[in-house]
Each structure stands twice: as structure tokens, then as C-alpha cells.
């Protein structure tokens, strides 16, 4: 049974930084793919950071684009989002998902991760 847990979520001011984690149990973790979404109130969930397996580097939304690095310790079996300059904006629900098949023209699409956590809150008040 593949499991992913997220952690490190929390309430945080406007400019702070946070670093959520997630940990996954039941597969193979350096064989996936993995990626952070997000999802806020009233809005559809959306692609935030991904890290392909194998891969040296992340890939990730332009939103988020030098202010979020994700990274993954395969000997931990854990992926990490750190989050700078965090603004209100990204307020959500983080999403950890996994995929074990996933393609690059999927690489940002939600359908492409067949396993997913929890979430865990981040909150930004400005």
C-alpha cells in the first residue's frame, strides 16, 4: 500500500519561508516522480514544483519560480518543498503526489500522479 504523508505546514507571515516534507512508504522511492500541488479556497488544484525521478533538477510553476526549490532524498524517502518569500497568494492546501509512469507532457497535470497525501495547510498572513 503506497503511502504519502505530508508534514511542516503551518501559519506563517507575509516574506517568511517555510520547508514542507513528504514522505512516502509503499514503493520503490527513487523509481517515482514526484511533485507538490496546491489547492486554495474555491480554486482548482494546481501544479507547484516537480522533480522527476532520476532527474538532477526540479521543474516548476512560473509563480513559484525562484522563490520554491524542490528536492528529494531518496535515502529518506522524502521530497521537500522550501518555500521563500511566501505571500498570501500561497495560501493552500500543499499536495504531495507521486507517479511511477509519469511522461513529460504530464509532468504539471494532476492526472498524471496516480498517489497522493493528505495536504497539509500553509497559511501566509500579510
Known amino acids: 500500500q503506497v503511502l504519502l504523508v505530508e508534514s511542516g505546514g503551518g501559519l506563517v507571515q507575509a516574506g517568511d519561508s517555510l520547508t514542507v516534507s513528504c514522505t512516502a512508504s509503499?514503493?520503490?522511492?527513487?523509481?517515482?516522480?514526484m511533485a507538490w500541488f496546491r489547492q486554495a479556497p474555491g480554486k482548482e488544484r494546481e501544479f507547484v514544483a516537480g522533480?522527476?525521478?532520476?532527474?538532477?533538477?526540479?521543474y516548476y510553476d512560473e509563480s513559484v519560480k525562484g522563490r520554491f526549490t524542490i528536492s528529494r532524498d531518496n535515502t529518506k524517502n522524502t521530497v521537500y518543498l522550501q518555500m521563500n518569500s511566501l505571500n498570501s497568494d500561497d495560501t493552500a492546501v500543499y499536495y504531495c503526489?507521486?507517479?511511477?509512469?509519469?511522461?513529460?507532457?504530464?509532468?504539471?497535470?494532476?492526472?498524471?500522479?496516480?498517489?497522493w497525501g493528505q495536504g497539509t495547510q500553509v497559511t501566509v498572513s500579510s
Open positions: 522533480y522527476f525521478r532520476g532527474g538532477s533538477t526540479g
Open positions: 509503499g514503493l520503490s522511492f527513487s523509481r517515482y516522480s
Open positions: 503526489a507521486a507517479s511511477g509512469t509519469l511522461i513529460a507532457s504530464n509532468r504539471k497535470n494532476s492526472r498524471g500522479y496516480g498517489y
